[in-house]
C-alpha cells in the first residue's frame, strides 16, 4: 500500500475533479474554495513534484493561450493509474473508518 498525506490526496482528488482543465492554478482555486485551505503555490508544486516522485501523477507542457502567460507553457495534470489506485484505496479506507459513526456523533443523514 502506498502512503499519501491528506493534503497529497486533496490535490490527487482535485485533479481528477478538474476533468476538463487539470492545471495546477484550477487546482490551487478548488482546494482553496472547496476545502477551506489557503494553498501557496510553491506548496502546490512541491506537492505535484511528490506525486510524480511516487508515481501518481503525470504531466506533459502545454502552449499557454493566454497572454497574461507570455506565451510560457503550461503543466496539463494527469492522474496515472497508480494514482487512481491510490485514491481508490484510501476511500476504501475512510469509509471503512465512517461507517457506524452516525451513532457515535449524533448525525442523522
Known sequence: MLKIGEFELLVLLSILRQS???????VREDLEENANRTVTRGALYRTLDRLEKKGLVSWELEASQIP????????????????????????????????GLDSVAGSDR
Do not use: C, M, V, W
Not at 476538463?20 to 492554478?25: G, R, V
Not at 507553457?73 to 496515472?80: A, D, F, G, M, W
Open 20 to 26: 476538463k482543465q487539470p492545471y495546477a492554478n484550477k
Open 68 to 99: 497574461e502567460r507570455g506565451g510560457h507553457p503550461t503543466r496539463r495534470l494527469k492522474i496515472t493509474q497508480t494514482g487512481l489506485a491510490a485514491a481508490q484505496q484510501q476511500q476504501s479506507i475512510l469509509l471503512r473508518f465512517f461507517d
